[in-house]
């Protein structure tokens, strides 16, 4: 049986995973969806009660997606279509096509997901990940998403300019840090009109955690906020030393819970420790990067997410684990 990886042999982390699984002697193939149409033909065929699906690279290499036991769904790249196709429209067509038959293809594998792809393309709205946070009983920060420019006014004044902005979602062109709201961009709400904008009241931090959920296992790490230059987005911090942290069973549990409300295997959870000992959850990325954390606490991340592609079956959330390896 075979553990495929979607994304690209540019990614660290899948190149990082791959090694983990062939040391453990699993049979691993890299699916980078930018080879297609150009270097990959797809084929799936339905007939006398079975099915066929089976992906061809030109010059030789075929995959039988039967074998597939489990997918790490981590940095799929965008189709390439070749530039003989130059009409709008019929770019526009046969993006559509492929990215329907591919995603039909994905649905219908019968292989264990790190994450599903549906799952994992749901749980990056914003909206959801808080509404689903404050379900599972986390603290999260106090939130208006608007493009009201009055209703953001309105926010400013009542948490005395105390407030942070950030973008619903980063884009390659359009990478923006959470910020914050200065006294002088209040002239600025009217722009909010064009598109919602997130603010959110700005919550002090002890340190920031990163906890990275695989499975029933939880590896968390954290870094001291008061060393850091830019505290409004740890990201901005690279000298910042993170080590090994002890989550209470309760954060673990509401953890679990999230991870199974949003219906994922894999998370890297960006929570804040406040000075009163609280733990607010600022957001999830269901393709979070964890290298980083492993190198700074030595903990064993790339290898429990190869275990845990190697064994292909989802367990129940225990909510009291927490990896200390």
Known sequence: MTVLIVSSLDDLHARTVIQELAARGEHVELLDLSEFPTRLALSMAFEDG????????????????????SVWWRRPQPFHLPDSVSDRTHRLFAMSEAETAFHGLFRALDAFWVNDAVSDAAAHHKPWQLAEAQQA????????????????????????????????????????????????????????????????????????????????????????????????????????????????????????????????????????????GSYVFLEINPSGQFLWIELATGQKIAGALAARLATGRRTAPSGNRQNRS
């Open 50 to 69: 079975a099915r066929r699906f089976v992906l061809n690279r030109t010059g030789g290499g075929r995959l039988d997606l039967s074998t597939i036991r």
């Open 137 to 276: 009983g986390f603290a999260i920060p106090v939130t208006l998403m608007t493009n009201n420019p009055e209703e953001a006014r309105a926010f400013w004044r009542e948490h005395e300019g105390n407030v942070v902005y950030k973008t619903f979602r980063a884009l390659p062109d359009a990478w923006r840090e959470t910020r914050r709201l200065r006294p002088e961009e209040a002239e600025l709400a009217e722009a909010v009109s064009v598109a919602p904008v997130i603010f959110q009241r700005y919550v002090d931090a002890v340190a920031d955690i990163r906890a990275t959920v695989i499975g029933d296992e939880v590896f968390a790490a954290s870094a001291e906020m008061s060393r850091a230059a830019y505290p409004v987005d740890v990201r901005f911090n690279s000298d910042l030393e993170y080590k090994e942290h002890d989550l209470p069973p309760a954060v673990q549990e509401s953890l679990h819970s999230l991870m199974h409300r949003l219906d994922l295997d894999y998370g890297a959870i960006d929570l804040r420790l406040t000075p009163d």
